[in-house]
């Protein structure tokens, strides 16, 4: 596996392996990878001749009061696993690399970005957007990978992809959880033991939810509050935010039917978590 840590680098190699007529994936990551990044390698293998993955912890999409600076850093063990699941290329740009100058310039998704993460945390849609915009510009993908555990995200990079044709396809992958149900996050490591415990009410919520429609529960408020009286049982556990939103324009839905998202963010501790499920 290659590592490589400039711009000129990595466009060197995708030129050698478009001049070979080769397939590229591309995994962009903050790194501290876990088998959640590792399910998206495994993936882009299978369906690509070469695999890059990126980390970079892109400070544009931090709130002045998050955690931009504490955010787990494991280069090593980054390599590992990359390595493990089949990438070929690690490309660790340096923010000096990606941001050399003051940026004049912002990629906005308007809309499917107003509520969920995007009315919680200000501007950090506009960060995710411009970076993958660039990263897309540097690594030319022909398929790039990204969890569905930020289905926000995912919905937004698919629309912006589409409007402003990028010539990338964009694959959504399944969220991968702990034996217990947790969703694998790099920010899972902030928790202690007491908080690794409570960080189970999310998934718990949305089980118990599931349970509610599949017995023929319809109304999204009642729902709601089936997720919210789980987790505000749980003294460790502040919700942010329990929505259930239509997956295609991301704005609240009354009535549960299909191509629904039931979101969450929840703070355990100091830490938020997100998780999902879709309905289809
Ligand atoms: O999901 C992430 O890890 C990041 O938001 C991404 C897509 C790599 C952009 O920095």
């Known amino acids: 596996m290659k ?3 400039t711009i000129s680098e990595v466009r060197e190699l995708v030129k050698q392996y478009k001049r070979d007529g080769l397939k590229v994936g591309f995994v962009p990551t903050m790194g501290y990878l876990h ?6 390698i495994k993936r882009a293998k299978d369906e690509n001749d070469i695999v890059i993955v990126s980390t970079f912890v892109n400070p544009i999409q931090f709130g002045p ?3 931009l600076d504490k955010y787990p850093r494991d280069q090593k063990r980054d390599e590992e696993v990359c390595e ?3 990438g070929d290329v690690m490309f660790l ?5 990606m941001y050399p100058e003051e940026r004049k310039t912002t990629v906005t998704v308007e809309g499917l970005t107003a509520g969920l993460c995007g009315a919680k945390r200000p501007g950090h849609f506009n960060g995710v957007t411009t970076v993958v915009t660039k ?4 690594v030319l993908p022909d398929r790039a990978y990204f969890g569905q555990k930020d289905a926000q995200q995912l919905m937004v990079i698919k629309k912006m992809v589409r409007d402003l044709n990028s010539p990338v396809e964009v694959i959504g992958c399944p969220i991968v959880r702990e034996e217990d149900g947790l969703a694998k996050s790099s920010r899972n490591k902030y928790l202690g033991e007491e908080e690794r415990k409570a960080a189970l009410v999310l998934s718990r919520g949305l089980k118990e939810a599931k349970k509610a429609i599949d017995n023929g529960e319809k109304v ?3 729902v709601i509050s089936i997720i919210s009286d789980v987790i505000n049982k749980e003294p460790l556990a502040k919700i942010d935010y329990v929505s259930i939103v239509d997956i295609n324009t991301m704005e609240d839905v009354e009535e549960i ?4 998202l039931i979101a969450m963010a929840v703070y355990i501790g100091k830490t938020r978590l997100i998780d999902n499920i879709i309905l289809e």
């Open 3 to 5: 590592v490589v840590y």
């Open 35 to 40: 088998e959640g990044h590792g399910s998206l």
């Open 65 to 67: 009061n998050e955690d």
């Open 84 to 86: 493990t699941y089949g």
């Open 93 to 97: 740009p340096s923010v000096e690399e």
């Open 135 to 138: 990263l897309f510009n540097i």
């Open 220 to 222: 999204s408020k009642n």
């Open 257 to 260: 039917g299909s191509g629904v």
